[in-house]
Nanobody
Framework: QVQLVESGGDSVQAGGSLRLSCAAS????????MGWFRQAPGKEREGVAV???????KYADSVKGRFTISKDNAKTTLYLRMDSLKPEDAAMYYC???????????????????WGQGTQVTVSS
């Protein structure tokens, strides 16, 4: 199984920016769906942003206009640019890959089978 390794998590102040990266251990690696998900303590894991193999993206309403998902096929890396961060964005962020045709944001652990170990994002007010 291809391993996914996230990086880029950090502690920032509200209004700040971060870029998360997710590197795959094998090239080429272009699953039908890849995405970013997050889980805060005591909460369910939720979808943040997903991208399909054609580059079509979807975002959770809570991050639209602030976050941007992208991927660099040449480097087999998935990115999440996060701007205007809010304290409620604080969570462990996970990269995941799946094979569904329509990349869902919901029920992530049902729809995505390959997960990274996560990277922590902390946002202080």
């Amino acid at each position: 199984q291809v391993q996914l390794v996230e990086s880029g998590g950090d502690s920032v102040q509200a209004g700040g920016s971060l870029r998360l990266s997710c590197a795959a251990s094998r090239y080429p690696y272009n699953p039908s769906c890849m995405g970013w998900f997050r889980q805060a303590p005591g909460k369910e894991r939720e979808g943040v942003a997903v991208i399909d193999s054609d580059g079509t993206t979807k975002y959770a309403d809570s991050v639209k206009g602030r976050f941007t998902i992208s991927k660099d096929n040449a480097k087999t890396t998935l990115y999440l640019r996060m701007d205007s961060l809010k304290p409620e964005d604080a969570a462990m962020y996970y990269c995941a890959a799946g094979t569904y045709k329509y990349c869902p944001l919901i029920y992530p652990q049902l729809h995505y089978s390959n997960w990274g170990q996560g990277t922590q994002v902390t946002v202080s007010s």
